[in-house]
């Protein structure tokens, strides 16, 4: 329990962090990693270099300081930020080291504002958030080790299956090697990729949403080649997994984790909004639509640069042929010529309001979407002005947690 003097402390610290708490998580990276460089095994150096993990962080630690009196205000970020935590084998005995070199980084980079009293305020508040953040995760290891077909850490699968869907998407059919039943899964959800790849000096871990329905022997990743610009690198695991893995490779991985799922218990029609690659939690979402609820109405929504880039297409195109309840449409922001000719979308260009309002028949529905973040911004903006309220409105970031607003 927090005296009322630590608290009133921590929440007047909380201006401090949200106008330099990018700074402060910045630093306190550079500084675990220089201390503890074994913890690079657990993290996406390239949401590192991007600054999306600080970033995160920043956004996190802000939000407890605001809400230091009342934690179960923050549960949802918790469990959100817990999934990936068990996921990728975040463990107890390494929040200690978290906190220390967190403490240090706010005491390096305010200087002279972090004050004595400052300081040991943060120590007692970071106790007690990190206890909360244990617990949850605790929790989570024990249902997914003791789920039926469930496992801890991480377990060998094999490739038995590697199918190009598309120039810059392939799919990843995977058995487990022991020949034992898996853990079920909640439709959106991902599991987490571990790589140990020749030349590289840390371990990969890699979260990939399942891209088919729950409950059959075998889980599904569809994962798009990253083969970088100017401005980025190139994705060393999805091009390792496009240009080295082939049928037969053992990948290990860890059990489906993930707070992005379906609502199996609405009744109301669903529409789900992809841009690229983000169309694979919402395929596993249409898929146990169909095989699961039948009578509920589906509109899938895809947005992509054009026909070449477009994956899974046909696997669509045959669920809305086969089944009453699905329709779908398509968006080319830069439709090939064979597009043009065989007049394979409904809108060129970007996703708009006017457009869904013209396609759908009312804001009266559960709304999932996925894909990049400018993406993103623009579907989460459309819906707002549109009325759909926050409830009905779910999105995933591939990585660390973000804003869509701004």
């Known amino acids: 329990m927090l005296s009322p003097q630590t608290i009133q402390i921590v929440k007047e610290t909380a201006p401090i962090l949200e106008k330099r708490g990018l700074e402060i998580t910045t630093h306190f990276y550079k500084r675990m990693f220089t201390h503890h460089p074994e913890l690079l095994n657990l993290f996406n150096h390239s949401n590192q270099k991007q600054g999306r993990q600080p970033r995160a962080l920043a956004n996190a630690i802000y939000a407890a300081a605001l809400h230091i009196d009342r934690l179960e205000a923050i549960l949802p970020v918790v469990e959100q930020i817990g999934h990936k935590h068990r996921s990728v084998g975040v463990l107890a005995e390494q929040y200690p080291i978290v906190g220390e070199n967190l403490l240090h980084a706010?005491?390096?980079?305010?200087?002279?504002?972090?004050?004595?009293?400052?300081?040991?305020?943060?120590?007692?508040?970071?106790?007690?958030?990190?206890?909360?953040?244990?617990?949850?995760?605790?929790?989570?290891?024990?249902?997914?080790?003791?789920?039926?077909?469930?496992?801890?850490?991480?377990?060998?699968?094999?490739?038995?299956?590697?199918?190009?869907?598309?120039?810059?998407?392939?799919?990843?059919?995977?058995?487990?090697?022991?020949?034992?039943?898996?853990?079920?899964?909640?439709?959106?959800?991902?599991?987490?990729?571990?790589?140990?790849?020749?030349?590289?000096?840390?371990?990969?871990?890699?979260?990939?949403?399942?891209?088919?329905?729950?409950?059959?022997?075998?889980?599904?990743?569809?994962?798009?080649?990253?083969?970088?610009?100017?401005?980025?690198?190139?994705?060393?695991?999805?091009?390792?997994?496009?240009?080295?893995?082939?049928?037969?490779?053992?990948?290990?991985?860890?059990?489906?984790?993930?707070?992005?799922?379906?609502?199996?218990?609405?009744?109301?029609?669903?529409?789900?909004?992809?841009?690229?690659?983000?169309?694979?939690?919402?395929l596993s979402m249409l898929n146990t639509l169909v095989e699961k609820q039948p009578h509920r109405k589906v509109i899938f929504i895809h947005a992509a640069k054009n026909g070449k880039l477009h994956g899974m297409r046909d696997q669509v195109a045959e669920l809305e042929a086969t089944n009453d309840q699905v329709t779908s449409f398509i968006c080319y922001e830069q439709p090939t010529p064979e597009d043009r000719e065989a007049k394979n979308y409904h809108k060129e260009g970007f996703i708009t309001l006017p457009w869904l309002q013209e396609i759908l028949p009312s804001p009266q529905a559960d709304f999932y979407f996925c894909g990049p973040v400018p993406f993103m911004k623009a579907i989460n903006k459309a819906l707002k002005e549109w009325g759909v309220p926050e409830e009905h409105r779910h999105f995933e970031f591939f990585g660390p947690a973000g804003s869509l607003e701004g």
């Open 106 to 282: 706010i005491k390096e980079v305010l200087g002279d504002a972090a004050t004595e009293e400052v300081i040991q305020a943060w120590e007692e508040a970071y106790e007690v958030i990190a206890d909360v953040f244990i617990k949850v995760e605790q929790g989570m290891y024990e249902e997914a080790e003791k789920q039926p077909g469930g496992w801890r850490g991480f377990r060998n699968f094999v490739v038995t299956r590697k199918v190009k869907e598309s120039d810059v998407i392939t799919s990843f059919y995977l058995q487990p090697e022991d020949g034992q039943p898996i853990a079920s899964f909640k439709p959106g959800q991902y599991i987490t990729v571990k790589m140990d790849i020749e030349g590289e000096k840390y371990t990969h871990l890699r979260q990939y949403s399942l891209s088919d329905a729950p409950g059959k022997d075998y889980y599904r990743i569809s994962v798009k080649r990253e083969d970088g610009d100017e401005e980025r690198a190139a994705g060393i695991v999805s091009t390792y997994l496009h240009n080295q893995v082939k049928e037969g490779d053992i990948l290990p991985i860890s059990a489906p984790a993930g707070d992005f799922v379906l609502n199996m218990e609405s009744e109301l029609p669903v529409v789900l909004i992809s841009g690229g690659v983000g169309q694979t939690p919402l």
